[in-house]
């Protein structure tokens, strides 16, 4: 089941679009620390996802514009989706491809590996509520086999995509450090997917004590803008698509749960500070606090705002709300002090990551 795939062929026309563009220069030209990156290889999952591909695309044309002689083993499950996400970095020797379906295939990285990012999940809420086993095993066996690897490996740090989502139910109007834990109901099938985030986090504490891997945890608030995927289908992909075909937003539920955001190049440029500057074993919220806001809230500032009154908002409620698999409502404003203390200060707010995400979408 597992092959590399060292540069693709008959797939040469751009896929990246003007602000995805505009944003990798933006990184680039940043003061990440780009010489502890230098000949270094690069472990990361989930690589045809928003975060993994963002991640090694953002890192390769880093590379290229500084020289860096970085390599980069991206998993992937399918080559074909990964052949048309990449197709500009096609004959670029630094991206090598492993095909491995992480839930029961073993990774094998014959050479060294100085850094992992662990980024592949299910992402989809219908998902975690239909195939609820297959969500929890591929979190909890996947984050174990990589993190097993990071020993073999003696990895400089190791990074696990987390989620908000592991906060649960949260009901104070405070923000939210890192050190929060609310509520989950078990008996929710739903939960599958926090419960096991909680679950991947914990290895990578107990790795970290017992192994002496340097770990990091992102807890990263919902990514979007410049740089989705065409198959994506989460709200803000959503509500992007009905100002450009001119439809109305339709919300299947009140809206109340109160959202965090943040723009993809701010997040991209969290994980590369995280990746060298963070503290092993902990956790990081990675948000940008000025992009709190509910459901209800976005979807109307997306009507009024973006699409300046030619669409609205409407409810369509069902009676059985399992049918979309969303998280049930909450309160959760995330404080990303922790993060900003390393030097990260994300600058796109929401209005702007909306704009810039359509703009590339039309």
């Known amino acids: 089941m597992r092959r590399k795939i060292r540069r693709f062929t008959g797939w040469r026309a751009s896929v990246l679009k003007r602000r995805e563009l505009e944003d990798m220069g933006y990184v680039s030209a940043s003061d990440l620390p780009f010489e502890e990156y230098r000949n270094s290889n690069f472990l990361i999952t989930g690589a045809t996802g928003l975060i993994g591909s963002l991640l090694i695309k953002n890192l390769l044309h880093c590379n290229r514009i500084h020289g860096l002689g970085i390599k980069i083993f991206a998993v992937v499950r399918d080559p074909q989706k990964a052949e048309r996400i990449f197709a500009d970095f096609s004959d670029d020797i630094a991206l090598k491809f492993l095909v491995c379906n992480l839930e029961n295939d073993k990774i094998c990285v014959e050479t060294k590996v100085d850094y992992i990012i662990h980024?592949?999940?299910?992402?989809?809420?219908?998902?975690?509520?239909?195939?609820?086993?297959?969500?929890?095993?591929?979190?909890v066996n996947s984050t174990d086999q990589l993190l097993t690897l990071a020993v073999e490996k003696k990895v400089k740090s190791?990074?696990?995509?987390?989620?908000?989502?592991?906060?649960?139910?949260?009901?104070?109007?405070?923000?939210?450090?890192?050190?929060?834990?609310?509520?989950?109901?078990?008996?929710?099938?739903?939960?599958?997917?926090?419960?096991?985030?909680?679950?991947?986090?914990?290895?990578?504490?107990?790795?970290?004590?017992?192994?002496?891997?340097?770990?990091?945890?992102?807890?990263?608030?919902?990514?979007?803008?410049?740089?989705?995927?065409?198959?994506?289908?989460?709200?803000?992909?959503?509500?992007?698509?009905?100002?450009?075909?001119?439809?109305?937003?339709?919300?299947?539920?009140l809206g109340k749960s109160e959202g965090n955001y943040v723009y993809t190049r701010d997040a991209i440029q969290a994980l590369l500070l995280l990746l060298i500057k963070g503290e092993s074993a902990q956790a990081y919220n990675i948000s940008n606090e000025k992009s709190h806001t509910t459901i209800a809230n976005m979807a109307q500032m997306v009507a009024s705002d973006i699409a300046k009154d030619e669409i609205k908002v409407v409810f369509d409620i069902p009676e059985d709300?399992?049918?979309?698999?969303?998280?049930?409502?909450?309160?959760?404003?995330?404080?990303?002090?922790?993060?900003?203390?390393?030097?990260?200060?994300p600058e796109v707010e929401l209005k702007e990551a909306f704009e810039r995400m359509i703009d590339d979408m039309q």
Request: hydrophobic share 40%.
């Open 158 to 253: 190791f990074i696990y995509i987390s989620s908000m989502e592991v906060y649960g139910v949260l009901n104070g109007t405070d923000k939210v450090d890192e050190n929060a834990l609310g509520y989950l109901n078990l008996q929710a099938v739903r939960s599958c997917y926090p419960e096991s985030k909680r679950m991947c986090e914990c290895l990578c504490v107990a790795y970290a004590q017992e192994y002496g891997v340097n770990t990091r945890i992102a807890r990263l608030a919902q990514t979007f803008g410049a740089g989705i995927l065409e198959t994506e289908n989460r709200v803000f992909a959503q509500f992007a698509r009905s100002v450009i075909e001119k439809k109305d937003i339709v919300l299947h539920t």
């Open 119 to 139: 980024a592949a999940a299910v992402t989809q809420s219908k998902m975690m509520v239909t195939k609820p086993v297959e969500t929890i095993r591929l979190s």
């Open 321 to 345: 709300n399992m049918l979309y698999g969303y998280a049930s409502d909450t309160k959760l404003y995330l404080n990303s002090q922790k993060m900003q203390k390393l030097g990260w200060f």
